[in-house]
Structure formats: structure tokens, C-alpha cells
């Protein structure tokens, strides 16, 4: 490896370069383990070095991308049409994802161009509000053609204080006009000894029945147990967790959540979709 790194470097003179080699032979993350494990405090400039290489990898990736195909300076400025995405997927990171306090990792969603037009050479994937997690404010989208599906990928850092982090993304053109549905990441930060602690139903309390009472005179007499106390509110009470995912997602709207819910049977992707097309 080290001697794959001296030749690329002697070839090219330049450490960023050399980086960029290796990063093509998949010995890049060995490099950047073996660079944390013998200099700890250089963590941030490695971690520079790597956001960058990653970046000069994809667009040497995306110049040779199948996705993309001969166009001429007409045919750039034609009216596209209408642009689509469409989310398939979390491929890492899904919602809810338990991490360490400042740890590195990849957010990756599928997504598939569901139109009858490719998308236009310059897209973006850029962040529109939330937690930004020390990723790029914006990166480039290869033109998908229509029914090809794409891996979009964000390198980012957990946050150093433990707590629940979301960030929203949105796709858009050259001109700035969104398309496609939000994308979000969601993580939970943890410290690493930090016990998870069990969700605790605050609105459904159930009392077990005492055991038989015995009187004095030696016959047993059998108190009856109380029933289970539930409130009024029992269709919330069916979906407490999900409804408290959705509320740190940002939506609120208890009743409509809980509709959905039912009418999904709790399938979080669906009722996710769902809030999303009538936003």
C-alpha cells in the first residue's frame, strides 16, 4: 500500500493527487486508518483531506458514468420538461441510526429518475434546513436517464454532544428549481456508555390483580383485579413511538399522523410518503 502511495506520489508531486490514486485502488480508508491510529491529533485535517479526495473521486466517477451520454450545446438549451425523482431507499444510515459522538460516516439514499426526461447536466443535492453535520452545503448529481436508479452519497460527522440530529435535503436544477421529495437524515448520538433506555408508555397503566387474600377463619376470598387503565386517547396511544418519530421529524399534527398510521397499519415509509406528497 505505502509503496502504491510513494510511486503515485514521485509520479505526480502532489499529495492530494497521490490520494486521489490510491482512493481508486480501494486502499484509501487503510491509509486514512493507519494516518488516525499514528497521528490522533491530526483527525481533523485527515478528515479535510478525505471530504476532499471523496469529492475529486466522484466527479472522476461521474465523468465516465454510464448515466451519462454525448449531448451538443443545442440540446442544452431545450425546455428539458419535467424533472422526477424518486425515493426507493435508505441504503445506510436509516432513520433513527445510533452513533457515537464524533464519528465519520456515508448517508446514502437510492433514488430513481421516475420521469420521462433525464435529469439536466448541473443538478445539485443541497441542504435546506436542519443539521448540517459537517457535510458540503451542496453536491453534484450525475443526468440519470429516465428508470435508472443512482446512489446519492454524503460524507458527515456526528455531532460531539449526544442528542437527536436531523438534516433536510431537497434536489434541484441549474436554476435553482427543486424537484424529487425531501430527503433527511436522522441519527441518534450516543455516548458509548450510555445505556439505551426503554420507551416508557406515559399514557397506559396497567395494574396487575393481587393475589387471594386469606381470612381468618381459614376460607380463601378472592379480591378481583382492577382492570387496565387506558386513556380516552387509545388510537395515540397504539402508535406513541411513531407519532414521537414523526414529531422530531417535524410533523406535528397528531391526527393526521395517527390517520395515517391506521391506514398504513404503521408502516413508517408509507405514512412518511404520504405526509410528504400532501405537505
Avoid at 74 to 96: I, M, N, R, Y
Avoid at 104 to 127: M, Q, Y
Amino acid at each position: 500500500m505505502f509503496q502504491t502511495v510513494t510511486e503515485e506520489f514521485q509520479k505526480k508531486g502532489n499529495f492530494m493527487e497521490c490520494l486521489v490514486a490510491v482512493a481508486g485502488t480501494g486502499d484509501l480508508e487503510d491509509v486514512a486508518k493507519i494516518l488516525l491510529a499514528k497521528c490522533p491529533n491530526a483527525r481533523v485535517q485527515v478528515e479535510r483531506v478525505l471530504q476532499q479526495v471523496q469529492y475529486s473521486h466522484n466527479a472522476q466517477l461521474m465523468s465516465t458514468s454510464d448515466y451519462f451520454e454525448a449531448i451538443s450545446i443545442e440540446e442544452t438549451k431545450q425546455d428539458l420538461g419535467p424533472v422526477v425523482a424518486v425515493f426507493e431507499g435508505d441504503v445506510t444510515c436509516p432513520d433513527g441510526t445510533v452513533l457515537a459522538p464524533g464519528v465519520s460516516f456515508d448517508k446514502v439514499w437510492k433514488l430513481r429518475n421516475g420521469g420521462p426526461n433525464k435529469w439536466p447536466i448541473g443538478a445539485e443535492l443541497s441542504c435546506v434546513g436542519g443539521d448540517k453535520m459537517q457535510a458540503p452545503e451542496s453536491v453534484l448529481i450525475p443526468s440519470v436517464l429516465p428508470g435508472k436508479s443512482i446512489d446519492v452519497s454524503l460524507r458527515m460527522v456526528a455531532p460531539s454532544k449526544a442528542g437527536r440530529y436531523t438534516g433536510y435535503w431537497r434536489l434541484s436544477t441549474p436554476d435553482g428549481n427543486r424537484f424529487g421529495q425531501r430527503l433527511w437524515v436522522d441519527i441518534n448520538v450516543m455516548e458509548p456508555e450510555e445505556p439505551a433506555t426503554a420507551a416508557v408508555n406515559s399514557k397506559e397503566v396497567r395494574v396487575d390483580a393481587p393475589a387471594a387474600v386469606t381470612a381468618s377463619s381459614g376460607e380463601s376470598v378472592t379480591v378481583p383485579g382492577p382492570a387496565a387503565v387506558v386513556t380516552n386517547n387509545e388510537e395515540e396511544s397504539r402508535w406513541t413511538s411513531q407519532l414521537q418519530t414523526l414529531a422530531d421529524m417535524g410533523f406535528r399534527d397528531n391526527a393526521r399522523n395517527v390517520a395515517l398510521l391506521d391506514q398504513h397499519k404503521g408502516d413508517m415509509g408509507a405514512v412518511i410518503t404520504g405526509l410528504l406528497s400532501s405537505a
